[in-house]
């Protein structure tokens, strides 16, 4: 029998089950975050085991981040195909095999490094954005999206106040091999979590979802094979996502926005410890960045609920590159950089970074329920060249002048741009009623 919203929170005391989902979602974006700053953490233990410059050792993060963007769009469609429930188990299975294979054979040679960083790539492609936005989707109402996804990537940036504390307190004890092995088993505890709780939709368990009016009964959504067979004709979502134009104009924005998102990411302990500052007092301030990001998410997140996602994105991503630039200045004119305006810089960029929230809440939004995965995902893949070239083209600038600030610059260069493609982006209603006009 259907139950509406009203039924099950009277049974379950006011707790909806879309906020298990947020649960999960949020300690899967705890992993894709872990392993974009572990190797930063570790960045300099890493290289001086495999004896590699700072350009050799980028490589085996950037070689990640081409297996991460590079295979959102298969994972996109895989989630529309079998589920998102059991794409995203696969997904979190291959991310912790690959961070354990990382700690147990990376330290040997640089290219089992890459291989077995690779294979947590894979795994990654399938956590974040090519299937999240579709479950965010079907378990809250589009008044309420914004407000779901902040729930959820928060998980991030809990991950990056944590790893800025215990990281390098199981580095220096453990050594940075086991550390990852560590970090491995935790990540295939949390796939045990999500193979026993996600859901496809609020319709598996008779509900309505959150934030749906009052009364709303809940009722299965057809599968795109039945929508095919009514329609009269088979439905493409592949080839519908790469026919709209929003695909290409927010994958380009996303490109640019993560050449500067991952040049940050991967120097922000190094631009301290370049500087005289100890690995701990360094990381440290990843674990600020983190508590501030964590409001920032919330805070975006329930705005962009109630004003243009875009926009939202677009004022966010320039604070980013204005502090990116402050940041970059300083450094080169500061030749004993202060601990107080290093940690206030970190900080507030890594705050900025928390329009992630928006950016995708916003992406899934411009697709409809049976293309949606696909669509993010092909968004995901688009970036593979920004997600590619920031750390390495930091990592070579760095080697070249010797002035980690100088990959701040980088960072100041990508957000500004991004920030105008953003504002350049059509209105999600607007792209909806295109589609629908045209189906």
């Not at 572990?38 to 993060?61: C, F, H, K, N």
């Not at 924005?253 to 120097?267: D, I, R």
């Amino acid at each position: 029998m259907l139950q509406t919203e009203q039924d099950l929170q009277a049974k379950s005391g006011g707790l909806h089950y879309a906020f298990v989902i947020c649960l999960g979602g949020f300690l899967l974006s705890g992993i894709v975050l872990a392993a974009q700053r572990l190797p930063s953490i570790a960045l300099d233990s890493v290289r001086q085991t495999l004896g590699v410059g700072y350009a050799e050792v980028g490589l085996i993060t950037s070689v990640f981040m081409i297996f991460y963007a590079g295979l959102s769009l298969v994972w996109g469609m895989l989630g529309d195909k079998i589920g998102t429930r059991w794409a995203m188990t696969l997904a979190c299975a291959l991310s912790s095999v690959g961070t354990i294979l990382f700690g147990l054979f990376g330290g040997t040679s640089l290219a089992a490094a890459i291989v077995t960083w690779s294979i947590c790539g894979i795994g990654c492609a399938g956590l974040l954005m090519a299937i999240l936005p579709k479950i965010i989707s079907r378990w809250f109402a589009p008044n309420k999206r914004g407000f779901g996804m902040s729930l959820c990537t928060p998980g991030a940036n809990f991950a990056a106040l944590i790893l800025g504390v215990v990281a390098p307190l199981v580095i220096n004890g453990l050594g940075w091999n086991m550390a990852y092995v560590a970090f491995g088993i935790y990540f295939a505890l949390i796939t045990v979590f999500v193979g026993l709780t996600f859901r496809e939709g609020p319709e598996e368990k008779g509900l309505a979802p959150y934030g749906a009016p009052k009364g709303t009964q809940a009722a299965p959504a057809p599968k795109l094979e039945e929508k095919a067979v009514a329609s009269g004709k088979k439905v493409s979502p592949l080839r519908q996502v790469a026919r709209m134009g929003i695909t290409w104009h927010f994958g380009l924005f996303y490109a640019v926005y993560q050449l500067g998102y991952m040049a940050a990411t991967q120097y922000y302990v190094v631009s301290m410890t370049g500087n005289g500052f100890d690995l701990a007092t360094a990381a440290f301030s990843l674990t600020i960045g983190g508590v501030l990001t964590i409001i920032t998410e919330l805070v975006v997140g329930s705005l962009s609920d109630r004003f243009e996602r875009k926009n939202m994105i677009g004022i966010m991503v320039a604070c980013t590159g204005v502090l990116s630039a402050g940041y970059a200045i300083y450094l080169l004119n500061t030749p004993a950089p202060d601990l107080v305006p290093c940690y206030f810089f970190i900080a507030l960029i890594s705050a900025s970074t928390g329009v992630i929230t928006v950016i995708m809440s916003g992406a899934g939004e411009y697709y409809n329920d049976e293309c949606r995965a696909t669509g993010t995902g092909m968004i995901g893949t688009i970036n593979i060249v920004g997600r590619y070239l920031g750390p390495w083209v930091a990592g070579i600038v760095i080697d070249a002048t010797g002035q980690t600030a100088y990959a701040f610059v980088i960072v100041a260069v990508a957000m500004i741009v991004s920030c105008f493609i953003a504002f350049a982006m059509p209105r999600a209603a607007t792209v909806q009623a295109k589609w629908a006009a045209n189906n």
